[in-house]
């Protein structure tokens, strides 16, 4: 087993917990603690779960249930949300569930925070009911306050969100456009993009959060992490095969509206793709990490270069659980090539 090196490129993963042609949503969640726990031992640095609601292929609907999970299977990895969409949630509740993670798994526990529902608006209403706070910035306010048991600058508030005063878990802003950039730049907070489903933004988001950041008690310098769809395999064949079912649900989903189960490589390798469908599929694997381990390297190495990425975070919505722990090793075994190269930029920059 190949683990990262000390001045590897810092590899993360963010899960969604896929539901796969064939199986269910329990076995899609077991799946996820047994990858979880492979990563862990391959040295990546965090494990975080998506949030995603009336999504037959995404079984990641409760992020601290799931983290609670990952990180009592696990001995190194911090484990996070990417993110809790705060519009779903009372401030308070979060503040009460990741006090009390933090509590639980002391300095292991990273509170991702997003501004968007994350899901159809439909199911948003079912979810929030009360939509007379829409202010992302006032509800991020009230959940920073009740870590610290007070506003901002301001006076106590009314309700004690036990066990939260006393186990903040480091706080990060998610996005996927200049907003939450901003906001996380102007907070002083570290930053997660979603390459993955927004690479023209990702760019001009880095370059804002970078340009406008202004040092706070948790971070002195920017920080920010780059989610993107990795899919490795032994040779450039099978990884483009691996990543056919990914492509063809996207497809699927913009043609249709409908989203089922990810299809196997089988089905995906034999649907009968029209011309533009099939350029559409091309187009879409060319836009992500995918290849066996030459081209992955060649790949990973101009992404951090042309994103400055801080840190990698793969998501690899691969169908098998062997297939995606074969492309997390490829994927550490490329940090560990490209650590020398990092190195130099660090000491250079």
Known sequence: MTTTQPDAIPL??????????????????????TIA???????????????????PNIASCSPPILMDRIASAT?????????????????????????????????????????????????ARA??????????????????????GSEPGGPALPVSATPAEGNRP???????????????AMLGLPFAFAHHFSAENTIPALKLYRENFRPSAQ????????????????????AEYLAGPMALSSLLQRTTGITGPYPSPEEAAAHPYGPQELQYVRERVAAHLVGGPETLEKKVAAFLERT?????????????????????EILAETGARLAPRAAAQRAAG
């Open 12 to 33: 993360s993963v963010l899960d969604f917990s896929p539901v796969v042609s064939g199986s269910d949503p329990g076995q899609a969640l077991r799946d996820t603690i």
């Open 37 to 55: 726990q492979h990563v862990d031992q391959l040295g990546y640095r965090r494990y975080w779960m998506a949030e995603h609601h009336n999504a």
């Open 75 to 123: 001995t190194r990895l911090r484990v996070g949300s990417g993110g809790v969409m705060l519009p779903n949630h009372s401030p308070l509740v979060v503040a009460e569930q990741f006090g009390t993670l933090e509590a639980l798994h002391p300095g292991r526990i990273d509170m991702g925070i997003g501004r968007a529902a994350g899901t159809d608006p439909v199911t």
């Open 127 to 148: 979810l929030r009911r009360d939509t007379s706070n829409d202010d992302f910035g006032e509800r991020l306010a009230e959940l920073i306050g009740y870590f610290e």
């Open 170 to 184: 480091p706080l990060w802003l998610l996005g996927s456009s200049g907003n939450s950039a901003r906001t996380a």
């Open 219 to 238: 971070l002195d310098r920017p920080y920010a992490i780059v989610a993107a769809i990795v899919i490795a395999a032994d040779t450039d064949e099978r």
């Open 308 to 328: 400055g990425a801080d840190e990698l975070m793969s998501l690899t919505l691969v169908h098998g659980v062997e297939d995606r722990i074969r492309s997390f």
